[in-house]
């Protein structure tokens, strides 16, 4: 799905969502009250997106070569810097009232990273934080080494999250060249196809993702076509 495409659906979600905890309110404080909670995973044609505290000195590529890349350049109003997303890649786009999930914006992120250091356990590869930074990340310890799996970057509205985090399966890592991702210029980038040396099944890994966020955040998931 096109990243405005996903991005305008997102904002019609929470805006359901926020709508719900408003009209929860009015309601006689006895009476239990619940909304609903998205969790999308998609996959994106190439795209370049700048989160609000980025810098566009971040993407080292001009228009001629974006364009000779098939990729487009967006600005977004999630936090974060710039990053890239493309097809083998699981983009997650959890939309959720958090005071279901978290006790605040800090712990929502931990457990979303917490979700992915489980998932690529699952693969038999170790997960760490970087302190300063969000994120999934490998070799966190050793300069030259610390590489970037994981790239995540959120917004909360009254309480309600969208935008995420973007795991690197089978991604072309090649277009990380055209930006410093998340604003690093002494960090790479790496994917499980990467690390494994082997393409993964994507619904495999999104099988265990979706199984490990459900574990982390006490979610019962239920299926929504759309």
Not at 41 to 68: C, M, R, W, Y
Request: with cysteine.
């Amino acid at each position: 799905m096109p990243y405005q495409q996903a991005w305008d659906y997102q904002e019609t979600l929470l805006n359901e969502i926020i709508s719900q905890k408003l009209n929860a309110q009015k309601q006689p404080i006895n009476q239990k009250q619940i909304t609903n909670n998205y969790l999308l995973f998609v996959e994106h044609p190439n795209v370049f997106t700048l989160g609000k505290s980025g810098s566009e000195d971040n993407l080292l590529a001009n228009f001629i070569q974006l364009q000779a890349k098939n990729a487009e350049f967006i600005h977004t109003n999630r936090g974060g810097d710039i990053t890239y997303h493309g097809p083998g890649q699981i983009v997650g786009y959890p939309v959720l009232n958090l005071d279901y999930f978290a006790k605040g914006i800090r712990d929502y992120i931990e457990k979303l990273e917490e979700a992915i250091i489980q998932c690529i356990k699952h693969f038999g590869l170790e997960g760490h934080r970087l302190e300063g930074a969000t994120g999934v990340w490998l070799d966190p310890g050793i300069p030259g080494k610390t590489r970037k799996i994981c790239a995540m970057g959120v917004r909360v509205s009254r309480g309600v999250s969208m935008h995420g985090f973007a795991l690197n399966v089978n991604t072309d890592l090649s277009y990380f060249s055209l930006i410093n991702p998340c604003g690093f210029t002494d960090k790479k980038v790496t994917s499980l196809q990467q690390e494994l040396g082997k393409v993964l099944d994507m619904d495999e890994v999104k099988t265990v993702l979706k199984d490990t966020l459900a574990e982390i955040f006490h979610m019962e998931l239920t299926n929504l076509q759309i």
